[in-house]
């Protein structure tokens, strides 16, 4: 089935890019960098601006095709076996979206030759810093779904993807069954893996009762997560 | 300890590269670990003396940190990448064989997985404590690693995987090189792995740091 789809492509200074995040990623949780560290990770950020080609977009399900039920969610008639995480706060969906959003291929590139041309901290904090790119793409995406929503007197849950919040990676293949050929300029590997490898794709939940809930991370049983912030 | 290599050591352990690295940056302008070691050199240290006495001393000393949690990983890869510069100029050594190498040990990313960053900290610690490491990439079927453990049959391998997706080749090539060579070590290593993993498809050890991989490693030699 052919869904109705959106495709963006927001400038990086329409991102918000949170670099404490990129920061306790890095390990120093309590915020505290190095001395000398800020200054490679602002270099970064700004060499990051020139190469990253955000890409995102949306396709929507039709309303009353999406339901949950007995832990499992069913996405027009493809049934996503979810952990109870994911499932409970979709409960009163009423329709859905599936996203999609990269920071492009360029990224990629620019990390490991950073790494494998002999400056293995540099390649290391854009590595960290593309997965928060790519998670401020999903983020901007998300309020873009939630202001389209709103038009129709609906909202939106939390963002889920694949990968997190105890749902397998394999099941990213049934989602980008949802996108039409090439959308965003993403493949998928039979290994489940993104290409650009800093890609973020999922599904979000619509209803009128629907809400943003904070990310439940103390049940989860994995212990490193990019979105952990038990910490 | 000599004046050089004390001074060697916490270069290493600093993550000061040359004289032109701006960090750390309390040691801006001062020569780092490329010059100390040429300097060690020309005074006549002999090189095992620089390996073992100040190089490997440093890069202990920042995995002793790491494991306690009061180092970071980018304070390792900036040692490493000062080991690195050090170690350049004893590579003459190495293949002339005045420095002995601990073994060869062969790593990768198992098929299907392109994360390579976990896998490429490991190469970098491995080859600072005297390794020769073969790094095969990512994408690694388990032909490759058959391949170049017949080139290497003393090797011991490492496997790296961060997907739940491709940690399952881990399991298909371990078992390979199990009948291809049954006393050959394996190891794995990745975020979603345990070392209850480790024990279900057959390899000797799940390492979720580094530095305790490194000083395991050494223990076996």
């Known amino acids: 089935m052919l869904y109705q789809s959106f495709h963006f492509k927001p400038t990086f200074d329409e991102l918000e890019i949170n670099l404490n995040n990129v920061i306790k990623s890095m390990g120093y949780t309590d915020g505290n960098i190095p001395d000398g560290y800020n200054e490679i990770l602002n270099e970064l950020l700004e060499t990051a601006k020139n190469l990253v080609r955000p890409q995102c977009g949306f396709v929507i399900i039709p309303q009353n095709s999406s339901a949950v039920s007995n832990g499992i969610v069913t996405i027009d008639g493809i049934e996503f076996e979810t952990d109870r995480i994911v499932a409970s706060p979709l409960k009163k969906m009423t329709g859905s979206v599936i996203f999609l959003g990269t920071v492009g291929q360029e990224f990629d590139r620019w990390s490991k030759e950073t790494f494998d041309n002999g400056d293995p901290l540099a390649g290391y904090i854009i590595d960290i810093l593309g997965s928060e790119i790519a998670e401020a793409i999903a983020d901007w995406l998300a309020r873009r779904i939630g202001y389209y929503v709103s038009e129709k007197r609906m909202k939106i849950s939390n963002r889920y993807s694949p990968g997190y919040c105890g749902w397998s990676v394999a099941e990213q293949q049934k989602l980008f069954n949802f996108f039409p050929e090439n959308f965003c300029e993403v493949t998928l590997m039979e290994s489940s893996l993104m290409k650009p490898h800093k890609s973020v794709s999922g599904i979000i939940g619509i209803g009128p009762d629907m809400e943003w809930i904070d990310y439940p991370c103390d049940f989860c049983r994995v212990e490193h997560c990019y979105k952990n912030r038990k910490n | ?221």
Request: net charge negative; hydrophobic share 40%; glycine share 10%.
């Open chain 2, 1 to 221: 300890m000599n004046e050089i290599l004390e001074k060697l050591a916490t270069a290493i352990e600093r993550g000061k590269v040359d004289m032109n690295s701006p960090y750390p940056p309390d040691l801006k302008g001062e020569i780092g670990a490329d010059e100390l070691t040429k300097k060690a050199l020309d005074e006549g240290i002999a090189p095992t003396i620089i390996l073992n006495d100040s190089l490997m001393v440093g890069m202990g000393k920042i995995g002793d940190k790491f494991e306690e949690g009061k180092a970071f990983i980018p304070d390792m890869l900036i040692a490493a990448k000062a080991m690195n510069a050090a170690m350049a100029h004893l590579k003459p050594y190495f293949e002339s064989g005045e420095i002995e190498l601990k073994g060869d040990f062969i790593i990768g990313t198992v098929a299907g997985d392109l994360h390579d960053i976990g896998k490429n900290i490991v190469r970098m610690v491995l080859t600072g404590s005297g390794w020769n490491v073969i790094d095969l990439g990512a994408d690694v079927k388990a032909d490759k690693f058959l391949e170049t453990l017949k080139e290497y049959p003393e090797a011991m391998v490492g496997m790296s995987a961060l997907l739940t997706t491709t940690m399952m080749q881990m399991e298909e090539t371990t078992k390979a090189i199990k009948e291809l060579s049954p006393n050959t070590k394996v190891f794995v290593g990745g975020a979603p792995l345990s070392e209850e993993f480790s024990n279900k498809i057959g390899a000797d050890g799940y390492f979720p740091d580094p530095n305790k991989f490194s000083k395991f490693l050494a223990s076996l030699t």
